[in-house]
């Protein structure tokens, strides 16, 4: 099983990517991680990544694709994977769909985890951080039992610069102009598969393993 999770900043969908991955027993790809697994390993790909990184710049589509390709080949890929942040562009789809059908393979499922720009903004507004030890809280959804200090050390908790609404607001900005075609792509090939974001996190994966298991 093949599958790209999509979905805005928050929407949910790297916590139920790691989910789907335990289930199915596939691994949960990100770039992030094979960035910094080539960069660590020093690897050609690792280092021409580097080069762009060390100088503020985004990895060329082609390098990253080429990467991407690079961690599909690995041997615990050969069941299926689950990418999560990747493709983020319309460039990124075609080279991906191009180099797969190279391989003679293709994605089956393109799963979109949506949830309304407000309640984004809401959740991730109402997220606080430890200064301390690094917990997080949410003063709606799993609250500190001390107020606004961490129940884990006692330090006070703080509304982190990547949270605060306007920050939100001008991510899901970017998501919108960049990574939204993305689902009129995937819907356009047929393999696109829409889950209510906003449910509680159990009946999002529920509704994620059914739409995955249909047909």
Do not use: W
């Amino acid at each position: 099983m093949k599958i790209v999770m999509l979905g805005a900043p928050g929407a949910g969908k790297g916590t139920q990517a790691k989910r789907i991955a335990a289930q199915y027993k596939i691994p949960h790809i990100s770039t992030g991680d094979i960035f910094r697994a080539n960069i660590k390993n020093n690897t050609e790909l690792g280092k021409k990544a580097k080069a762009y990184m060390d100088q503020g710049l985004l990895v060329p589509d082609e390098l990253t694709v080429d990467l991407v390709m690079d961690r599909l080949a690995q041997e615990d890929c050969a069941d299926g994977y689950i990418l999560d942040g990747f493709p983020r562009t319309i460039p990124q789809a075609e080279a991906l769909d191009r180099a797969l059908s190279a391989k003679g393979e293709q994605l089956d499922r393109a799963v979109d985890v949506d949830v309304p720009d407000d309640s984004i903004v809401n959740r991730m507004s109402g997220r606080r951080a430890c200064q301390g030890c690094g917990a997080t809280y949410h003063i709606q959804f799993n609250p500190s039992q001390k107020g606004e200090f961490c129940q884990v050390c006692g330090e006070k908790l703080i509304l982190r610069e990547d949270d605060k609404p306007e920050t939100v607001q001008k991510r899901l900005s970017v998501y919108h102009e960049q990574t939204q075609p993305l689902i009129d792509f995937y819907a356009g090939k047929g393999i696109l598969r829409t889950v209510d974001g906003t449910k509680e996190m159990d009946q999002v994966f529920e509704e994620i393993r059914k739409v995955l298991e249909a047909e």
